[in-house]
């Protein structure tokens, strides 16, 4: 079986590191896999295919925040990609992120409406169902709704539009690109998701939830000198981790609950950037983003609690890395990040409430990171390991062909 995956990135970011998972596992049964990738370097990747150049992104780039058609820039890299496919000839064609500046999904979708080869779908976000946005739940849009009226009111969040709002259009556009594929089928991480789908243009389809999960050889609890070679010992540690920090990832509500925090507990959050870093009270530590994944590993397994206050999300891959560390996780009752935890190995709690979640990280404190340490990592195998989960994407295809 030949399988091509098409994604933003190649073996970076959480899609990234999702689409390299699948490939090694693929590789291991003795199957042909490519990634199609649109920015960046590839990794963990030795047959990965590059969609465009550098000038392809920049101008996508441009149609997108002067004209609001992100997702119908690339042209000519899309011919030329569509050309590689055919050469290629997969039996199998999966698609992740679709977005990100580097395709046309209407040639894209023309293509694959022609070629009906059977295709696999995995929603990393909302973006293939809105008039614009990749998440809505906290701002409250419903431009994504079959009955709504498909008009944006976050033009300026991801992928950002500076002047003009063509959200209705675009969502017509989507519509009629995505809608009609013989052989598709969709996949979500996340029970929320998936019920987000079903009620979206997108219902026509068959809708599986498959996890996320993750490298649990990798993601595992990994001792090192974090503590120490940063002043922490004796410290209650409070975790977050995103690769890029901005406001539904929740980044106010950690400066907000650095002014409850008592002397002993201090808050590290990693993926900041250097502005960020500049603007942190004194108890926040932060680090700026690594791909090391064996460093992350070290740095959750310091800490004693994992705090992922996500206003809006699918299924943070990073909450599963935590409870493979052995370290609870609590978060906000938010998309489909609170169906990772239950009550052995964290907390589900309000969103935005400050007053419950010092109460818990006073509670989780007391009772002690060691009593949920066995939870949390019995969890991470039974449920997330990278093998099992994305080896469910194997028996997908292997069905569709």
């Not at 090694?24 to 003795?30: H, P, R, T, V």
């Not at 460093?295 to 397994?301: G, S, V």
């Amino acid at each position: 079986m030949r399988v091509l995956q098409i994604n933003t990135v190649c073996g970076t970011g959480s899609t990234g590191r999702i689409a390299t998972d699948i490939e090694a596992i693929l590789k291991e049964d003795g199957h042909e896999s490519y990634i199609a990738y649109g920015r960046g370097l590839p990794n963990n990747s030795d047959t990965a295919i590059k969609i465009g150049t550098k000038f392809d992104n920049y101008t996508h780039v441009a149609k997108t925040r002067f004209f609001d058609q992100h997702g119908f820039g690339s042209k000519k890299a899309t011919k030329h990609f569509i050309a590689k496919i055919k050469k290629l000839n997969p039996d199998v064609i999966h698609l992740h992120n679709i977005h990100g500046y580097y395709i046309n999904v209407e040639m894209l979708f023309e293509y694959l409406k022609e070629a009906n080869k059977p295709v696999v779908w995995t929603l990393h976000d909302c973006w293939p169902f809105t008039g614009h946005c990749a998440y809505f739940d906290y701002s409250g849009c419903e431009c994504w709704k079959v009955e709504g009226n498909h008009i944006c009111i976050q033009k300026r969040s991801y992928p950002a539009s500076l002047f003009i709002s063509k959200s209705k259009q675009n969502y017509e556009r989507k519509r009629k690109a995505f809608t009609g594929v013989k052989d598709l089928t969709i996949v979500t991480p996340s029970k929320w998701l998936a019920g987000l789908v079903q009620q979206s243009f997108l219902k026509e389809y068959q809708v599986k939830v498959i996890n996320n999960g993750i490298d649990l050889d990798v993601f595992k609890p990994t001792p090192s000198d974090f503590r120490k070679n940063n002043s922490l010992e004796g410290k209650f540690i409070i975790l977050g981790v995103a690769s890029i920090w901005e406001k539904r990832k929740g980044f106010e509500y950690f400066k907000l609950l650095s002014e409850r925090l008592s002397e002993d507990e201090v808050i590290v959050l990693v993926g900041l950037n250097e502005k960020q870093k500049r603007s942190l009270p004194s108890n926040i530590i932060g680090i700026t983003r690594t791909n090391s994944a064996k460093e992350l590993a070290e740095i959750y397994t310091a800490s004693n609690v994992f705090l992922n206050p996500t206003l809006e999300d699918n299924f943070p891959t990073t909450n599963l890395e935590a409870l493979a560390c052995g370290t609870p996780v609590i978060t906000f009752d938010t998309g489909g990040s609170s169906e990772v935890v239950d009550g052995s190995c964290g907390f589900v709690i309000q969103k935005g409430d400050l007053d419950e979640l010092k109460n818990i990280i006073v509670r989780t404190k007391k009772i002690g990171k060691q009593n949920f340490a066995y939870f949390c990592i019995k969890r991470s195998k039974q449920f997330y390991y990278n093998k099992v989960r994305f080896g469910d994407y194997l028996v997908v295809y292997e069905k569709n062909i």
